[in-house]
Nanobody, 124 residues
Framework: QVQLVESGGGLVQAGGSLRLSCAAS????????MGWYRQAPGKQRELVAT???????NYTDSVKGRFTISRDNAKNTVYLEMNSLKAEDTAVYYC??????????????????WGQGTQVTVSS
């Protein structure tokens, strides 16, 4: 089974930095798009950033210039470097792996997977 495990969350003061990591494991051939979502208390889940296998990135406006998404295809790992953190960045952050091509038994399939989430709390 394909699993995604996030790490790096925690408590940080406003203006500080944090780096999140998410590693996908299993019999994986490729992952089309990896990304990060977040859900703040009382708010809807929002897409933070995405990155394709070729390295093309997209960010939501509120994090542009502060967050950087990257990936290591050899390790099936995606990172989110967060700088100049604000209190409004406080949320549970989830990583995703869309279009994951993996082998199950004797066949191949493509599916989307999610991590369990990691808490990021920014204090002011």
């Amino acid at each position: 089974q394909v699993q995604l495990v996030e790490s790096g969350g925690g408590l940080v003061q406003a203006g500080g930095s944090l780096r999140l990591s998410c590693a996908a494991s299993g019999s994986i051939f490729s992952i089309n798009v990896m990304g990060w979502y977040r859900q703040a208390p009382g708010k809807q889940r929002e897409l933070v950033a995405t990155i394709t296998g070729g390295g093309s990135t997209n960010y939501t406006d509120s994090v542009k210039g502060r967050f950087t998404i990257s990936r290591d295809n050899a390790k099936n790992t995606v990172y989110l470097e967060m700088n100049s953190l604000k209190a409004e960045d406080t949320a549970v952050y989830y990583c995703s792996a869309a279009g994951t091509l993996s082998k199950s038994g004797s066949s191949w399939s493509r599916a989307d997977y999610w991590g369990q989430g990691t808490q990021v709390t920014v204090s002011s």
